[in-house]
T-cell receptor, first 116, second 114 residues
């Protein structure tokens, strides 16, 4: 059973360009979470999605950032008009809703975004 | 609001020595607690978790952690460090309120000296 897949693993963008990060959850998982890790810091929650629904986006910056998890295909985290401060590692996690106490999140390898 | 404090951003131990990584949390409701390990340029791997029941939790690679409600702590231990344990360790909390986001501590980098 493949784990959480993220691509690309590394992404370089110039200021003002768009970045699209993809996440395929583990098989059978219908919940996806995005986290951002700035250098020398812990992970910070951004958004929680289920298929076709955004459940909690309280950690998302108000502008330039959006996320989706369509019925078919991977979840996408989109950053428009990137700035240097967006440089970070972006991690996706997925979980299977079997009951809250066992709702463990499994993490992908991350996408490291560098903005020049 | 929930929060996690990891005391010591860097911990260095000798191979074979006891590993103790500290984690204290703040939560207004009974928490679920997790320890994750991150190797360089990799994602996070779950070491162990506490949800309910026994307060001493055993995880992978010989690690264990004890939930102490009175001390609001969830310290991670391993009796004997191995070189392969060198990594960054993150403590995380999730409240049983329906909001499923994990709140992470800032991490502790463990060095193991030969």
């Amino acid at each position: 059973n493949a784990g959480v897949m993220q691509n690309p693993r590394h992404l370089v963008r110039r200021r003002g360009q768009e970045a699209r990060l993809r996440c395929s959850p583990m098989k059978g998982h219908s919940h996806v979470y995005w986290y951002r890790q700035l250098p020398e810091e812990g992970l910070k929650f951004m958004v929680y999605l289920q298929k076709e629904n955004i459940i909690d986006e309280s950690g998302m910056p108000k502008e330039r950032f959006s996320a989706e998890f369509p019925k078919e295909g991977p979840s996408i985290l989109r950053i428009q008009q990137v700035v240097r401060g967006d440089s970070a590692a972006y991690f996706c996690a997925s979980s299977q809703r079997t009951g809250f106490g066992t709702d463990t999140q499994y993490f992908g390898p991350g996408t490291r975004l560098t903005v020049l | 609001a929930q929060s996690v404090t990891q005391l010591g951003s860097h911990v260095s131990v000798s191979e074979g020595a006891l590993v103790l990584l500290r984690c204290n949390y703040s939560s207004s409701v009974p928490p679920y607690l997790f320890w994750y390990v991150q190797y360089p340029n990799q994602g996070l791997q779950l070491l162990l978790k506490y949800t309910t029941g026994a307060t001493l939790v055993k995880g992978i690679n010989g690690f264990e952690a004890e939930f102490k409600k009175s001390e609001t702590s969830f310290h991670l231990t391993k009796p004997s460090a191995h070189m392969s344990d060198a990594a960054e360790y993150f403590c995380a909390v999730c409240e049983d309120t329906g909001r499923r986001a994990l709140t992470f501590g800032s991490g502790t980098r463990l060095q193991v000296q030969p």
